[in-house]
Nanobody, 113 residues
């Protein structure tokens, strides 16, 4: 059983939107800090957003105001709503549960005209 499985990536034009999902299995999302990271081939994995167990959120400055991290406790799913996408947002996006060290397999987001 894979603890985290992402979906929702794809190809979108600049200015467009995507919503990433991360389905959790084997544990309940609501009790844990959850995060999104991203990585390109030539850079280290970069933190994007965090949602605390209290639902307080924090964002990388370059995505604040454009991205929204949230969770649905009934569906046990983490989300990343990405709006006004830019070419520099192109990356593989991963969800992460830090205290257990869980990572998903990643989902590719490509922003291109």
């Amino acid at each position: 059983q894979v603890p985290l499985v992402e979906s929702g990536g794809g190809l979108v034009q600049p200015g467009g939107s995507l919503r990433l999902s991360c389905l959790a299995s084997g544990f309940t999302l609501s009790g844990f800090v959850m995060q999104w990271y991203r990585q390109t081939a030539d850079k280290e994995r970069q933190w994007v957003a965090t949602i605390a167990s209290t639902d307080i959120t924090n964002y990388l400055p370059s995505v604040e105001g454009r991205f929204i991290i949230s969770r649905d406790n009934v569906k046990n799913t983490l989300y990343l709503q990405m709006n006004d996408l830019k070419v520099e947002d192109t990356a593989v996006y991963y969800c992460h549960q830090p205290s257990r060290g869980f990572w998903g397999q990643g989902t590719q987001v490509t922003v291109s005209s």
